[in-house]
């Protein structure tokens, strides 16, 4: 489907990774505008006007309402073009989908996020995307690591008894665990472990997935 939508984006942001693999997934195209985070466009009055927690991404509606929040942003989108169903459809299913996408990012995402903002020297006095600025806490970055490790862990034991993340059918928890690897594989060299056969298998099946060059 073609819409209207506007969606504010940055292309090596993993949070928009997310949110683009979601849209080849459902086949929804929308025009995307990009905002160039290294020239610190987040903070222009324009972006802030639009997001004034300074953070891609952003979708826009046909009314100008504007949605931050990936998980906000994957709602809406599900709702609004039910066909190919990410989050579940029954009230059982969006239940589970919804608490697996948050284990994902809550414990993966946002882990292999603290750990790469308390250790890169260019976030220096940015350790938390936002409006605010916060000193980076370097102690922050063994503890991350370790997350990361166990978050490899748990999903593998996950993945050694359901075939995806929230169990027999594909979700937006797989896309939400899938780009937590590639985040923490590219940022932080944390690969998954090679003994871990589950997640490599589902890793593999999901690489082939045509929306996941997204
Ligand atoms: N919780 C937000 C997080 C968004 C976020 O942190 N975006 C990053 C890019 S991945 C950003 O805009 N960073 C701007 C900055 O670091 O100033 C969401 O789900 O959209």
């Given at each position: 489907?073609?819409?209207?939508?506007?969606?504010?984006?940055?292309?090596?942001?993993?949070?928009?990774?997310?949110?683009?693999?979601?849209?080849?997934e459902?086949?929804?195209?929308?025009?995307?505008?990009?905002?160039?985070?290294?020239?610190?466009?987040?903070?222009?009055?324009?972006?802030?006007a639009?997001?004034?927690?300074?953070?891609?991404?952003?979708?826009?509606?046909?009314?100008?309402?504007?949605?931050?929040?990936?998980?906000a942003?994957?709602?809406?989108?599900?709702?609004?073009?039910?066909?190919?169903?990410?989050?579940?459809?029954?009230?059982?299913?969006?239940?589970?989908?919804?608490?697996?996408?948050?284990?994902?990012?809550?414990?993966?995402?946002?882990?292999?996020?603290?750990?790469?903002?308390?250790?890169?020297?260019?976030?220096?006095?940015?350790?938390?995307?936002?409006?605010?600025?916060y000193?980076?806490?370097?102690?922050?970055?063994?503890?991350?690591?370790?997350?990361?490790?166990?978050?490899?862990?748990?999903?593998?034991?996950?993945?050694?008894?359901?075939?995806?993340?929230?169990?027999?059918?594909?979700?937006?928890?797989?896309?939400?665990?899938?780009?937590?690897?590639?985040?923490?594989?590219?940022?932080?060299?944390?690969?998954?472990?090679?003994a871990?056969?589950?997640?490599?298998?589902?890793?593999?099946?999901?690489?082939?997935?045509?929306?996941?060059?997204?």
């Amino acid at each position: 489907v073609t819409t209207d939508l506007k969606l504010h984006q940055s292309n090596g942001s993993p949070n928009l990774r997310r949110v683009r693999i979601f849209l080849a997934e459902k086949g929804v195209a929308l025009t995307q505008t990009p905002v160039d985070l290294g020239a610190k466009e987040q903070f222009s009055d324009a972006y802030v006007a639009i997001n004034p927690r300074r953070v891609v991404p952003t979708l826009v509606l046909e009314d100008g309402t504007a949605i931050g929040e990936v998980p906000a942003i994957m709602r809406y989108l599900d709702e609004a073009f039910p066909e190919t169903p990410l989050l579940g459809s029954s009230p059982k299913e969006k239940a589970v989908v919804q608490m697996w996408e948050r284990r994902m990012e809550l414990e993966g995402f946002a882990a292999v996020m603290e750990t790469v903002r308390n250790r890169v020297a260019g976030l220096k006095d940015r350790a938390i995307a936002g409006p605010h600025d916060y000193a980076q806490i370097p102690a922050l970055v063994d503890r991350g690591l370790e997350r990361v490790r166990d978050f490899y862990a748990d999903l593998e034991a996950r993945l050694a008894e359901q075939a995806f993340v929230a169990g027999p059918a594909f979700s937006a928890a797989d896309i939400t665990a899938f780009v937590t690897i590639a985040f923490a594989t590219g940022a932080l060299q944390l690969d998954i472990p090679e003994a871990n056969a589950a997640t490599r298998r589902w890793h593999d099946a999901l690489a082939a997935r045509e929306s996941f060059s997204a």
